[in-house]
């Protein structure tokens, strides 16, 4: 049951940034210029001070090895198959066509199973880690959620079809956290999740949300103040939260 609570946490609920989106523009705006700094604080901080350590105490140095394979096949993803994150909109006539907007379905599908996998690997470590990891996923869903939203608004899809279909996909953290849940039965799996997990972290917060954290500001150092609550809340939430077996 908790492990259902934090996976709906880090899918459905991190729907609202979207359901934001369709109704009042604005406040989705504030939202996601806010949310972006956070979320790129609190990504890295997870990845560098709970992930990584509780990986390498599993598996030894060769989670290091997986994080940085993660790290750059998150870019290979990205980049070369499907759009996780930065969801470019590729327009025909003053429309997203089509075939982007199947990539973004189908990119932000996969990610949410990822989402649900590095939750759950987090749980069987330790329920407060796992508290930490939805929490994070969470935060980088919400603009995540919104850029989703705004592509399926900008191709012509019914504000319903929208909601619908992206339920669908953030259900499949869902389905990543117990299928997870069912199959993890050695620490060599745990620690090789969670050192995958980690390397997906530190590229979403580093690559895809850090280049981004002044978009909407006034002032460059106005943004730090999210940045920097993001990562203190963390460090603080680790501190707090034994995660450590």
Not at 41 to 51: C, H, P, R, S
Not at 145 to 165: C, H, N, Q, T
Request: proline share 3%; aromatic share 12%; hydrophobic share 55%.
């Amino acid at each position: 049951m908790q492990l259902f609570l934090l996976a709906l946490l880090g899918s459905i609920v991190a729907l609202l940034g979207g359901v934001v989106f369709l109704y009042d523009r604005k406040l989705s705006s504030t939202l996601e210029r806010h949310s972006i700094p956070f979320a790129a604080g609190v990504l890295v901080t997870v990845a560098l001070l709970a992930l990584i350590p509780e990986a390498f105490e599993l598996i030894g140095e060769s989670a290091l090895v997986i994080v940085l394979f993660s790290f750059f096949g998150a870019y290979l993803l990205e980049h070369f198959l499907v759009s996780i994150h930065h969801h470019e909109r590729h327009h025909h006539h003053g429309r997203v066509q089509e075939s982007s907007v199947a990539l973004v379905v189908m990119g932000d599908t996969i990610h949410n199973f990822i989402d649900g996998i590095a939750i759950a690997v987090s749980f069987f470590v330790n329920p407060g880690l796992g508290l930490a990891t939805a929490f994070s996923t969470f935060l980088h869903e919400v603009p995540h959620e919104i850029g989703d939203f705004g592509i399926l608004l900008s191709a012509g899809w019914k504000r319903r079809k929208i909601l619908l279909i992206n339920v669908i996909s953030a259900s499949f953290t869902i389905v990543g956290a117990f299928l997870t849940f069912f199959v993890a039965e050695s620490n060599s799996f745990v620690g090789g999740m969670m050192a995958v997990s980690a390397g997906i972290f530190l590229y979403l917060g580093t690559i895809d949300f850090l280049p981004r954290i002044s978009h909407g500001y006034t002032s460059r150092v106005k943004s730090l103040f999210p940045l920097v609550l993001g990562v203190a809340i963390m460090i603080a939430v680790l501190m707090l939260v034994p995660h450590a077996k």
